[in-house]
């Protein structure tokens, strides 16, 4: 059965607050034991936070647009598990529950988030221009547009999601998620405007979306403030297309818990900072992740973002002096083609352990592309870590064990070659397997192939 929100007094005017009119029609869907609840087409409803229950249906008609409300007061606080009255503008860590939610849910299944309608987090009204190449807020974390809380068989599909000014989608502690043929839409220059952020969940479905934002557009959580649920498994992401200031696919960096049994594949990745991360900073370990038959597109961009260019990067360091990084095991890449400003880059520390990594037909191109200094790694955030600055190797492996490279290639182009180093740079790697390996280095004076 279909609630439309008209029936229960919504203006869609896009100035009053249509949220007890929406919620009033939500909670008539939830009491007679489910439905969907009806935004329809040609209209604008601008709301204050709603939350969503067990059978219920959010559906926004082609030509609709769901506007968050501009006034942090009238926003859900998960944590708390009431509305806020007094906004201190302070928040909690990004390892934690979030402060601020729009659509939140909890403890909610089977719920749905659907249509071709519009979803508009209004992120310019708590974020200011820090610099030219970023905006951020007074306050932190912002509002996540989407927080879902323990809510198993979930499904978001088709819907447009747009201007977060936080995390846009952040399902956490579910089990069974589909995510479907969704679009986020958000500026490349506002900071923590993550994609999709799967948060100690399991059984997870990411197919056929696309997702512009600045930070990660799809990163793999286990953060403290969720760590009852378990870890984060059973993930499946394909067919998506995807551009980030930040990491395009991300495992961590809160990794508190575990992650395991990760597949990732047929996805094109343009205009990024980084293509695919593991950047492990906590305890939790990562196991069992494939990633197949990917394109990754990668240039420099502003040392404010974490990243430099790197198509591939692994790393486990410390955070600070209390928390010790967990390790990382059985990695395989296949058929990956990297066209970028930086190579591959493997870096572990001490008992910290990148182990069991295979690259299979990984071509790696390298060349100039930007105004931005090249010949860095930036091993942010982490005990005594910074950006290193030295030349590119095609791949740079370091405190790794058990790496094998087949039938991979690395080609340097160009005329800006300076800060450009060998085609395979190792250092303190044990069983280092190289099979059917091709590259040059990208200066004359330098050797092809370095193990240290």
């Known amino acids: 059965m279909d609630y439309r929100v008209a029936d229960y007094g919504a203006r869609a005017d896009d100035a009053t607050n249509d949220a007890p009119a929406i919620q009033a029609a939500i909670n008539a869907c939830a009491r007679a034991g ?30 609709s647009v769901l506007r968050a409300h501009r006034d942090l007061s009238t926003y859900f606080r998960p944590n708390e598990g009431q509305q806020d009255t007094g906004v201190d503008r302070i928040g909690t860590p990004v390892t934690l529950k979030p402060s601020y939610a729009f659509l939140y849910a909890k403890n909610a299944g089977n719920i749905a988030i659907t249509g071709a309608g519009t979803i508009d987090g209004s992120a310019d009204a708590f974020v200011r221009r820090v610099s030219p190449y970023y905006v951020t807020g007074d306050f932190y974390p912002r509002p996540t547009l989407i927080y ?8 978001f599909s088709e819907i447009t999601l747009q201007n977060a000014p936080f995390w846009t989608l952040h399902p956490a502690g579910c089990d069974d998620v589909l995510i479907d043929r969704i679009r ?11 994609g999709i952020d799967p948060d100690h969940s399991r059984n997870v479905r990411i197919l056929g979306c696309h997702i512009t934002c600045a930070d990660d557009c799809i990163c793999l959580k286990s953060s403290a403030g969720n760590m009852e649920y378990g870890p984060t498994e059973n ?26 049994n990760i597949l990732v ?87 910290n352990r990148i182990e069991d990594v295979l690259f299979e037909q990984v071509q790696v191109h390298v060349h100039a592309k930007g105004k931005w200094e090249r010949g860095r790694y930036d091993l942010r955030p982490g005990l005594n870590k910074g950006i290193e600055k030295r030349p590119s190797a095609g791949f740079y492996l370091r405190d790794a064990r058990g790496v094998t490279l087949r039938d991979c290639s690395v080609r340097f182009s160009g005329e800006k070659r300076e800060d450009f180093g060998e085609a395979l740079r190792a250092e303190r790697c044990a069983d280092l397997t190289l099979d059917r390996f091709s590259g040059k280095a990208a200066r004359p004076e330098l050797e092809d192939c370095v193990t240290e």
């Open 235 to 260: 993930i499946i992401i394909a067919d998506c297309t995807l551009t980030s200031t930040s990491a395009a696919i991300k495992i961590g960096t809160e990794g508190t818990g575990d992650f395991r």
């Open 265 to 351: 594949h047929d996805c094109a990745i343009s205009r990024s900072n980084r293509g695919l991360s593991i950047q492990i900073r906590d305890g939790g370990n990562v196991e069992n992740v494939t990633f197949s038959n990917i394109m990754i597109e990668t240039r420099r961009f502003a040392d404010c973002w974490w990243g430099c260019a790197e198509p591939i990067i692994l790393t486990t360091h410390d955070r600070d002096e209390n928390t010790r990084s967990g390790h990382i095991s059985n990695i395989r890449f296949f058929n990956i083609t990297c066209d970028s400003e930086n190579g591959v880059f493997l870096s572990g520390d001490g008992d």
């Open 34 to 63: 489910g439905g969907r609840v009806v935004l329809e087409s040609g209209k604008t409803y601008y709301s204050s936070s709603l939350m969503i229950k067990s059978n219920v249906e959010l559906h926004l008609e082609r030509g």
């Open 184 to 194: 986020i839409l958000n500026d490349l220059d506002v900071a923590n405007s993550d």
């Open 148 to 155: 879902v809380e323990h809510c198993n068989h979930s499904t």
